[in-house]
């Protein structure tokens, strides 16, 4: 039986979309900071993709069964999906404490794999829970609203990144050591990480399930517990097998799409040291005041696109985004003054946005309420597949035909983006005799 969900005021789709400023301000510290701080600690370019695995296995592993998982649960107290984001948050909050006092590489990596978990548990029953949340009419609203937290929790931990080097910074970088100016963005991340989820956790009530929903927890509860454990992965292998023909065509945009993000990365920091002449430190700065920008945009024009994507479509918005951002990928190794490189970030921000909103709010048309938490832990399975790939064959591409040259491996993701853009074209949402071109 479908529920009925009663429109949400702004400020109540705002409320319930705040944790995923803490989230990504994680995410943005891994995507700005953890590298760096790799390297500061005496890891080798070539193995920056592996040393970059856990995110993608742990996605791959920690997300779709958490989401089959949340959608057999319900507690009249905590809800169906809140327990798993709680516990997500705070297992994040301890390691983001604790990573700027790693004492050697391999206690850095140990801590990675950690806070992945955290991160990825927090994550998957997020977007489930807002569209849980959400009647069809408000999820482009819903989702281009955590878009809006997504960039904007990236871009606090970017900017504090430059600001706190521009601060503290400075002298001679001690092989081995991470510098002390960077110990103050993971320890504000470390306070996000937990407040902002508590603030969501307070603020919004989740819809109690259905009739027949309960009936069906409550039959799943009297299960025996190896049954209950085999039923996660039981229904991930259903729903797969059922999936709309929509998100296969998703996966092969995504493949493209993800496999860049990582590059872009990973490698955004050593180009820096390449074409600006910087130590790490600064080319760690510079990336953080790249993603500032793009983050910047992303938080400007994410509600814009929602009208757009009304008037236009779907996915002509996302596959001209994706297109942008293939332009700004082959644009930045090729400028060398510090503020005329952030120029292509614009095109970048708007394709961010467009990736951490648009397909979200296709894919919550199509599935059925009743999978959508297995059905988003899939949809980052897609995301994750990607960069897992990366991490295992782009090290020996980098080194092997991209000459280890950190430009070229701005123009190999640039030549993913146009590829991804020419794929998103054959996306279609097909809703209730509708089509969405």
Same mark, same amino acid.
């Given at each position: 039986m479908k529920i009925n969900k009663p429109k949400l005021s702004f400020w109540q789709i705002w409320n319930m979309n705040v944790g995923f400023l803490g989230i990504q301000y994680s995410f943005g510290l891994q995507q700005s900071a953890i590298n760096p701080i790799f390297l500061f600690l005496g890891a080798a370019e070539e193995i920056l993709p592996i040393l970059n695995i856990a995110g993608p296995i742990t996605g791959l592993i920690v997300q779709p069964i958490i989401g089959a998982v949340s959608d057999k649960t319900w507690s009249p107290r905590w809800g169906r999906r809140k327990p798993f984001f709680l516990i997500g948050a705070i297992l994040g909050s301890l390691c983001l404490f604790a990573f700027p006092l790693s004492p050697a590489l391999w206690f850095a990596v140990g801590l @990675? *794999?950690? @806070?992945?978990?955290?991160?990825? !548990?927090? !994550? =998957?029953?997020?977007r489930a829970f807002v569209g849980d949340k959400l009647p069809d009419s408000q999820l482009s609203i819903g989702y281009q609203m955590q878009s809006l937290f997504v960039g904007a929790g990236i871009l606090l931990a970017n900017a504090s990144i430059f600001l706190f080097q521009d601060w503290f910074g400075g002298g001679e970088e001690v092989a081995g050591q991470i510098p002390k100016w960077l110990y103050y963005s993971f320890f504000i991340g470390s306070f996000l990480s937990i407040t902002t989820i508590l603030w969501s956790v307070f603020k919004t009530p989740e819809i109690p399930p259905s009739d027949e929903e309960l009936a069906e927890i409550n039959r799943h509860k009297t299960l025996p517990f190896i049954e209950r454990f085999k039923l996660p992965f039981i229904e991930i292998k259903h729903a797969v097998k059922d999936m709309p &023909?929509?998100? *296969? &065509? @998703? /996966?092969?945009?995504?493949l493209f799409q993800w496999y860049a993000l990582f590059v872009y990365w990973q490698f955004i920091t050593p180009l820096f040291r390449t074409t600006?002449?910087?130590?790490t430190s600064q080319a760690a700065a510079q990336a953080a005041k790249m993603s500032t920008t793009y983050n910047i945009v992303t938080a400007v024009v994410a509600l814009i696109l929602v009208p757009l994507t009304i008037r236009f479509g779907g996915k002509k918005i996302y596959a001209l985004s994706l297109f942008g951002t293939a332009l700004a990928l082959f644009a930045i190794p090729n400028i060398t003054d510090p503020v005329y490189v952030l120029f292509p970030m614009v095109l970048f921000g708007i394709g961010w946005a467009a990736m951490m909103g648009i397909p979200y709010s296709m894919v919550s048309k199509i599935v059925p309420q009743e999978r959508r938490g297995v059905y988003m832990g899939i949809l980052n399975m897609m995301i994750v597949i990607p960069m897992g790939i990366q991490t295992l064959t782009f090290g020996p591409i980098f080194k092997n035909i991209l000459g280890g040259n950190a430009a070229n491996a701005m123009l190999f993701a640039g030549t993913c983006?146009?590829?991804? /853009?020419?794929?998103? !074209?054959? @996306?279609?949402? &097909? &809703? =209730?005799? /509708?089509? =969405? /071109?």
């Open positions: @990675l *794999w950690i @806070l992945d978990v955290g991160n990825n !548990m927090a !994550m =998957e029953p997020y &023909k929509f998100m *296969w &065509k @998703l /996966s092969a945009v995504y600006m002449g910087y130590d983006f146009v590829i991804a /853009s020419i794929l998103a !074209m054959r @996306l279609n949402v &097909k &809703k =209730e005799n /509708s089509t =969405e /071109s």
